[in-house]
């Protein structure tokens, strides 16, 4: 059989719930497509997903740790830049960056320390 890596699901770590939520579904437009818990009180699993871009958000202290970096290919970094600039989200104000060799950069935060980088590579 042929070995076929199918997709790439990221983890990230997160310590609070309404704070992801705020950064994720709030000001990144994510949606917010199946939670989980063990049971009530115990940490919550959530997956996100914005188009093709689907990420996994833990609270469980295993899963992962706090300041990974995921890099995203993106087409419109512009647009979405714009899209950001223009809500009301007092705890990152993010530039856009051109790097000739790679592109144009759009560096995301979280909360917890976790940065999206989206690129719009030169073509």
Not at 20 to 33: H, M, N, P, S, W
Not at 43 to 63: K, M, N
Not at 101 to 112: M, Q, R, V
């Amino acid at each position: 059989m042929t070995v076929l890596f199918r997709r790439t699901v990221p983890v990230l770590r997160i310590f609070d719930v309404a704070k992801a939520r705020e950064f994720y579904v709030d000001y990144l437009g994510f949606t917010v497509d199946w939670e989980h818990r063990f049971s009530d009180g115990l940490p919550l699993y959530l997956q996100v997903s914005r188009g093709d871009l689907t990420l996994h958000l833990s609270e469980h202290h295993g899963d992962a740790s706090p300041g990974a970096t995921v890099y995203v290919e993106v087409d419109g970094a512009g647009e979405l830049h714009a899209e950001l600039k223009a809500k009301d989200y007092p705890y990152l104000k993010p530039g856009l960056e051109e790097d000739a060799g790679i592109g144009t950069i759009l560096e995301l935060t979280d909360p917890f320390g976790n940065r999206l980088r989206l690129v719009q590579p030169n073509r």
